[in-house]
Each structure stands twice: as C-alpha cells, then as structure tokens.
C-alpha cells in the first residue's frame, strides 16, 4: 500500500481517536459522554456525505459548548479557549459532511480542519497549559500563548491565501509544540514510573520531524521549489506523529500521573 493510501483511514481514526479520549482528557471532562459523541462521530464518516452524517457530529458540537460555558462559570479561560478550538473543529467536520464549501476551500483541508483544531489547536493548548499550571513562569506563559495564536493565524493564511500568515503560522506552531515537548523533557527525566516515561518520550520526540514536514509543505504552497510531502503522503506522518504521537500520548501521560496522585 503506498502511504498516500493511508489518508483517510488515519484522518478518521484520528477524528475518533480524538474525540474519545483527547478532548474529555484536555478538557478535563467524564469520559462516557466524549465515548457516545465518538462513536456517533465513526457513524458519521462510515455514512454517506449529507444531513443524517452532518446530524451525528452534533454531540461533539453539544459537549464542546457545555465544555465551554462549564469553564467560563468557573473562570478557566485557557480550557473555555481550548473548548473553542474543539468547537471549531466539530463545526469544521459538520462543514465536510455537508460537503459545503466556504472561502473556496475544499476537502481534503475542510476535513483536515477539524484534525488541526482538535490536535493543533485543543490537545495542544491544553498540554502547554498542563505545563504552564506545573511549573509556572514567563516562559511557560510565553509558550501557552504562542500555541493559542498559531491555530488561528494559520487558518487565516489558508482564507487568505497569504504566505506570511499560512508559512508564519506554521512556524508559529512549530515553535509552540517545540517548546511544549522540551518542557516536558523535565517530567521525562524525573518520572521512574515505564509506562509514563514511554509516553512522554514518544510525545517529546514525535513532533521533532513532523514540525518540519509542516513548515516545508506551507511554504512549498508559495514556493514550489522547496521539496515538501504531498497532502495524502502528510496526513500518515506529519499527522499521525502530532496527532498520535505529540498530543495524545502527552495527555495520556499526564492523566495516568494525576489519576496516580489521586489514588
């Protein structure tokens, strides 16, 4: 099988993936709702693009805004930010299945918009504000803050069409994610429990090449002599290395050593 061939089942299982256990995690919310708007969300891709597809999105969409209002009645602006971005993604996905198509952008980016702000933009943020809330200092704002701008400045180029923000963005977002893992590096170094150090080396490491993957195929958009990976050769690497790799192996980290201070 070439890679290419491996867009769309990674771009679906990512979805899921991303549903049930990333967003109830970095959102810190109760998994049972996350696991039923999962699998109302692996209905939706193994349907037919159209309303019934759009219509099993929707419990995404209804728990990102509990989510959401949950955090701003308890003053949680990052994970009230981060239910945004989670949001956006559901809305982008309801976008794909209605196969509608705004700002002349069309799939597979519409679809890809929802992995990016489901990874890029919620998982990620919200593993830089893990790190931010264990060991606070300018730095650490400084990196939360970076990864909150990227996701946006990044769908701005792709509207535009506008190298500064589409190539600008990415390097913004390759910068936040660096930053992220190499806090992280201080809990790999000190934790002596196997299964979470695997976890945090493998999300450490994951973006170290996939970031570079992304910064080439942006600015391969505006200049076509930079080598860069096709979208279907991406999605397999660049994705699935952020997605499986950086952000959800981080969460899974993170949760397994909070569920082991609570025991």
């Known amino acids: 099988m070439v890679i290419g061939e491996l867009m769309i089942p990674v771009m679906n299982a990512a979805l899921v993936t991303g549903v ?40 995404w969409l209804l728990l990102t805004i509990r989510s959401g209002v949950l955090a701003l009645l308890t ?6 930010m981060a239910a945004g971005f989670a949001g956006t993604a559901a809305l982008a996905l309801i976008t794909s299945r209605l196969e509608v198509t705004l700002f002349d952008i069309h799939e597979p980016i519409v679809k890809l918009t929802a992995l990016h702000f489901t990874y890029a933009g919620a998982g990620t943020l919200t593993l830089a504000l893990r790190v931010h809330e264990a060991r606070r200092s300018m730095f650490t704002l400084a990196t939360l803050v970076l990864v909150f701008i990227a996701p946006p400045v990044v ?11 589409q190539v600008g963005g990415a390097v913004l977002m390759s910068l936040g994610v660096y930053f992220t893992a190499g806090l992280q590096l201080r809990d790999l170094r000190e934790e002596k429990d196997a299964r979470l150090k695997a976890l945090w080396l493998i999300s450490c490491v994951a973006p170290v090449i996939a970031m ?27 994705g699935a290395l952020n997605a499986f790799g950086f952000v959800l192996c981080g969460h899974l980290a993170w949760w397994l050593a909070f569920t082991r201070r609570q025991g």
């Open 20 to 59: 049930a256990f990333v967003l109830p995690i970095a959102l810190r919310d109760k998994h049972l709702p996350w696991t039923i708007a999962a699998a109302s969300v692996a209905v939706s891709l193994s349907l037919e693009p159209g309303r019934l597809a759009a219509l099993c999105v929707a419990p």
């Open 75 to 80: 003053r949680t602006t990052w994970l009230a």
């Open 155 to 165: 769908a701005t180029g792709f509207i535009t069409r506008l190298w500064p923000a």
């Open 212 to 238: 570079v993957l992304g910064v080439a195929w942006a600015a391969a958009q505006y200049w076509p002599s930079i080598p860069a990976l096709t979208v279907p050769d991406m999605v397999p690497t660049h």
